[in-house]
T-cell receptor, first 110, second 112 residues
Framework: QQQVKQSPQSLIVQKGGISIINCAYE??????FPWYQQFPGKGPALLIA?????SEKKEGRFTISFNKSAKQFSLHIMDSQPGDSATYFC?????????FGAGTRLTVKP | DAGITQSPRHKVTETGTPVTLRCHQT?????MYWYRQDPGHGLRLIHY???????DKGEVSDGYSVSRSKTEDFLLTLESATSSQTSVYFC???????????FGPGTRLLVL
């Protein structure tokens, strides 16, 4: 049973547009929610993370929105650029147990 | 890749043979993790370590064992490789639990 569900599987956005990726989790014990970015042939790298006591966190063009009651969180990429083309993974963690979503392949067209 | 190396980077092996993957860090981080990455599943935790000789199972630990005899090294062993263990394996490290995990470059394993 997948504890973190991520959508969409793939996303195509025009340069300058907004990319939105959504995740939903099952276990209310999760208390750390990171997003990772992965380029082909590389390991995932932390993009931004949030804890459940905060409803939104922004770092540059990247924003996490967090809805604790709905058990959902999302990543917004503003002014999307071709260099943002990558696979994005949401995750939810408690202690050392981190569960990842299946990933979203983002393509930003110039 | 935050001072993390994995070896080998690529390996082809046959069903039934033992395989050991190595993760080496130069960051002196306490926590080390092994994940496997498969299409449609994201990354799944195999085992993790919270100190020298201290390890615990993750979500998909069956068929895998680990050892950590030094802070800097975390070994993943497939005792008898099966085709279902064909995957990309990532090592990760972190200073504290529920903090940023830094991932290595990965090992691509093919079991024929």
């Amino acid at each position: 049973q997948q504890q973190v569900k991520q959508s969409p599987q793939s996303l195509i956005v025009q340069k300058g547009g907004i990319s939105i990726i959504n995740c939903a989790y099952e276990n209310t014990a999760f208390d750390y929610f990171p997003w990772y970015q992965q380029f082909p042939g590389k390991g995932p790298a932390l993009l931004i993370a949030i804890r459940p006591d905060v409803s939104e966190k922004k770092e540059g063009r990247f924003t996490i929105s967090f809805n604790k009651s709905a058990k959902q969180f999302s990543l917004h990429i503003m002014d999307s650029q071709p260099g943002d083309s990558a696979t994005y993974f949401c995750a939810a963690s408690m202690d050392n147990d981190m569960r990842f979503g299946a990933g979203t392949r983002l393509t930003v067209k110039p | 890749d935050a001072g993390i190396t994995q070896s080998p980077r690529h390996k082809v092996t046959e069903t039934g043979t033992p395989v050991t993957l190595r993760c080496h860090q130069t960051e002196n981080h306490r926590y080390m993790y092994w994940y496997r990455q498969d299409p449609g599943h994201g990354l799944r935790l195999i085992h993790y370590s919270y100190g020298v000789k201290d390890t615990d199972k993750g979500e998909v630990s069956d068929g895998y064992s680990v050892s950590r005899s030094k802070t800097e090294d975390f070994l993943l062993t497939l005792e008898s490789a099966t085709s279902s263990q064909t995957s990309v394996y990532f090592c990760a490290i972190s200073e504290r639990t529920e903090e940023t995990q830094y991932f290595g470059p990965g090992t691509r394993l093919l079991v024929l």
